[in-house]
């Protein structure tokens, strides 16, 4: 991907954060990153994804394990004690609507600002809403030229994990928010996403989240996606998507407020 800015690009007030400086990980977040993959018996199976709502907070997993099948499994932990959920609310809905005034082959600034290294293009694809999904193109290694992911992404309803309607009305009444989406490629195994995001107790927010490579979601169901001729999941790939994750947000971090004071603090 070649992230020079086109001449449209250059002229919004937010282009100067592709330089904004990405700082190190804390170590401790390094060294677990670098640690040995989880144990098989530590993995969460994607039949068994109502556990992840219903105790994901007390077990905060952080961790990837390839399994023997091929598929991959992801598990990320997260306090961002300097942002609020309204903040992540803004930044959600802002980032996506790519702006008018750039060419759509440009991708979309505003989501390469979050992470100038790897990302490229997040947008709807009827340009509105997530009615018909939306597309993202990334990589996942931050810049060391590793393999481009493009994909469909579609949210999957929370009512196929098992969680009953009381149970979905109690994450409303903590004020969390769950998300649950099935992302396409046509060159690489298919992911299933989900993640919880809520208040933390003292400060800020905690963002938990599971990722299995290699699965889909039809008809109600999830299915293993091993189609001939797609790129595999590898132990590689696994620890990068928790390096680029953690990266990404802890960026987020810092640009934020900054972008929110340039902007006006723009709703």
Known sequence: ????????EKMLPYARFMDLKIDRLPEEVLTRISAPPLSREQVLPIGEISRFYRHGLEEKQFGFCLMEDGSGYLAHYLHIPDLTMEDLGWWFSWHIRRPESVPQEAGNLRYKIWCPPDHWDHRYVNGTDDGDGSIMVESLDMGAGGPVFRSLTRSVPLSMTG??????????RRHTILQLTHEHSEDAADRIFTAIMQPHPESG????????????YQDGQFFRDDAPGKRPCTEQILRNNLLHSSYEFNHLRKLLPLLRAELGRET
Not at 163 to 171: A, D
Request: charged share 15%; glycine share 10%; aromatic share 16%.
């Open 163 to 172: 969680l009953s309607g009381q149970e979905l009305s109690g994450f409303v």
């Open 1 to 8: 991907m070649d992230f020079t800015l086109c001449p449209e």
């Open 205 to 216: 927010v905690i963002l938990m989240s599971r990722v299995w490579w290699g699965y889909r």
